[in-house]
């Protein structure tokens, strides 16, 4: 079965628009800063900026150049930062070689953090405290799971890819001593070896790797569930996942496509974070 993240998230998004329909408060705000001219991460922005505005988010798009020093990218965020307007900021990455990213997140106001990916935040996702934000991605594969009622607990979840922002957050995330988390998780790099043995032992696999079609049906248990997050754009601009879907989908129980699973999610939970973002600021909402 191929599972509908378009569907899911367009559902979650309906629901995110009527909360933000019933705010007292004002509208939500989610501030994006956009460093120089990376095609991939215009077309990001823009797919964020329109879910935002089709949930009621407000938006601002705070495009930079990417000789912009880090000092006044640094200012920037500062100024965001003490914007009581502003609930949520997001510094769209990659971001040019000068710029030292781990900085420019740490910079960020973690209560205005809605990618989750400040020290802070991922500190809180292993510590299993809910007072921060997850990053969008993880949390957008659980949600998935959930929604489409597929158990987590107890299962053999494999991920191939160990990202700050995606396999490491969702490995804490999927082994939370919580409901429908309590996963038996094992992460694979790139210095694995035996990776075939690795992933044949998956109920869930999941591939964050950025190497097109790289999961062959030979890796995959038949029955089993195979999420992809990869985004990989082929010479002739096709857009393909980490999984190699076509085979693929003739053995597993269940799987995303690319496009059309994993990312709609990831800008859904964006767009929840920066509603709960508002509200933890609103608390009279
Ligand atoms: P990174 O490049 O940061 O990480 C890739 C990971 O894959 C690394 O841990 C790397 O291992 C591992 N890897 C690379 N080659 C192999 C190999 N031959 N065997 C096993 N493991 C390997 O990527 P990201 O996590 O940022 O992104 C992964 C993919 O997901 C990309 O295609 C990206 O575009 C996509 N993405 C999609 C999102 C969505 O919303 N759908 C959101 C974020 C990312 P090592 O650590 O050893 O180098």
């Given at each position: 079965?191929i599972?509908n993240g378009?569907q899911?998230?367009s559902?979650?998004?309906?629901?995110?628009?009527?909360q933000v329909?019933?705010?007292k408060?004002?509208?939500?705000?989610l501030?994006?800063?956009?460093v120089?001219?990376h095609p991939?991460s215009?077309?990001?922005?823009r797919?964020?900026?329109?879910?935002?505005?089709?949930?009621?988010i407000?938006?601002t798009?705070?495009?930079?150049?990417?000789?912009i020093s880090?000092e006044a990218?640094?200012?920037q965020?500062?100024?965001?930062?003490i914007d009581?307007k502003?609930?949520?900021?997001?510094?769209?990455?990659?971001?040019?070689?000068h710029?030292d990213a781990r900085a420019v997140?740490?910079?960020?106001?973690p209560?205005?953090?809605?990618d989750?990916?400040?020290p802070l935040?991922?500190?809180?996702?292993?510590l299993?405290?809910?007072?921060?934000f997850c990053?969008?991605t993880?949390?957008?594969?659980?949600?998935?799971?959930?929604?489409?009622?597929?158990p987590?607990n107890?299962?053999?979840?494999?991920i191939?890819?160990?990202?700050?922002?995606v396999?490491?957050?969702l490995?804490?995330?999927?082994?939370?001593?919580?409901?429908?988390c309590?996963?038996?998780?094992?992460i694979?790099?790139?210095?694995?070896?035996?990776?075939?043995d690795?992933?044949?032992s998956a109920?869930?696999?999941?591939a964050?790797?950025g190497?097109?079609?790289?999961?062959?049906?030979?890796m995959v248990?038949?029955g089993a569930?195979?999420?992809d997050?990869g985004?990989n754009?082929?010479?002739d601009q096709?857009?393909?996942?980490?999984?190699?879907f076509?085979?693929?989908?003739?053995?597993?129980?269940h799987?995303t496509?690319?496009?059309?699973?994993?990312g709609?999610?990831?800008i859904?939970?964006?767009?929840q974070n920066?509603y709960?973002?508002h509200?933890?600021?609103h608390?009279?909402?």
């Open positions: 079965m599972i378009r899911v998230a559902t979650i998004l309906s629901e995110i628009a009527q329909a019933l705010l408060s004002g509208r939500p705000k501030a994006f800063l956009l120089g001219e991939a215009q077309t990001y922005v797919s964020k900026k329109k879910a935002c505005a089709a949930t009621g407000e938006s798009l705070i495009a930079l150049s990417s000789d880090q990218l640094l200012s965020i500062a100024l965001l930062n009581s502003i609930d949520g900021i997001l510094v769209q990455l990659p971001l040019p070689p710029i997140m740490r910079a960020v106001d209560a205005k953090d809605v989750g990916f400040h935040n991922l500190g809180k996702l292993l299993g405290e809910d007072d921060g990053p969008c993880p949390q957008g594969i659980k949600t998935l799971l959930e929604k489409q009622n597929l987590v107890g299962k053999k979840v494999v191939v890819g160990r990202s700050n922002i396999g490491k957050p490995a804490a995330l999927l082994m939370q001593k919580k409901p429908h309590n996963a038996t998780v094992t694979a790099h790139s210095h694995s070896e035996h990776l075939t690795i992933t044949l109920d869930i696999l999941i964050a790797i190497k097109p079609l790289f999961i062959k049906k030979e248990r038949p569930i195979v999420i997050v985004i754009r082929l010479n096709t857009i393909v996942g980490d999984v190699d076509t085979p693929v989908s003739a053995i597993a129980s799987i496509p690319v496009p059309g699973g994993v709609p999610m990831t859904a939970m964006l767009l920066t709960l973002s509200i933890r600021r608390p009279w909402h």
